[in-house]
């Protein structure tokens, strides 16, 4: 059964971060560079990202399950690899209802992000909170991968 608990912990995080380096090496640069508009573009990369922090919230809700079903003990969830996918879901649900909502507003009020000038102030909080989102998503990347690896690796 522990082997079974381990596949759910591996394969959780190994489906959060396969997704987060999709989004961000395959489906944000290809929406930019197919689609008509960056406007057209960023609305298809903020619709997939939201899908994708739903899918991380899942995922880490499950190796943190697992975790714990594995060792038989909340002691598991004070681990490293622990603290990293509790910090990833932290930082996800923090992007989600945080950060993503504020963009979504600003955008609608805009009407065009790329045809608002970079001086306007809706714009300048825009680009702020767009860093703030990449941010978060390479901290959760980040910590992913760290996760990903302890728990991988041969722990006795």
Not at 96 to 104: G, H, L, T
Request: proline share 3%; glycine share 8%; with cysteine.
């Amino acid at each position: 059964m522990a082997s079974f608990f381990r596949f759910l912990e591996v394969f959780a995080l190994g489906t959060w971060v396969g997704g987060i380096i999709y989004l961000s090496f395959v489906v944000a640069p290809g929406a930019f560079s197919a689609l008509a508009s960056r406007d057209q573009a960023g609305a298809l990369v903020g619709l997939v990202l939201a899908k994708l922090h739903i899918l991380g919230c899942i995922a880490g809700a499950v190796y943190l399950a697992a975790a714990v079903a594995r060792s038989r003990s909340l002691a598991a969830l004070a681990r490293p690899a622990a603290l990293a996918a509790i910090l990833m879901l932290i930082l996800t649900i923090a992007s989600q209802w945080w950060v993503s909502p504020r963009m979504a507003r600003l955008r609608m009020e805009m009407g065009s992000v790329d045809t608002t000038p970079r001086e306007n102030p809706l714009r300048a909080e825009f680009d702020r909170l767009h860093r703030v989102s990449v941010r978060l998503e390479g901290s959760v990347l980040l910590l992913g991968l760290a996760a990903l690896f302890l728990t991988v690796r041969n722990q006795r």
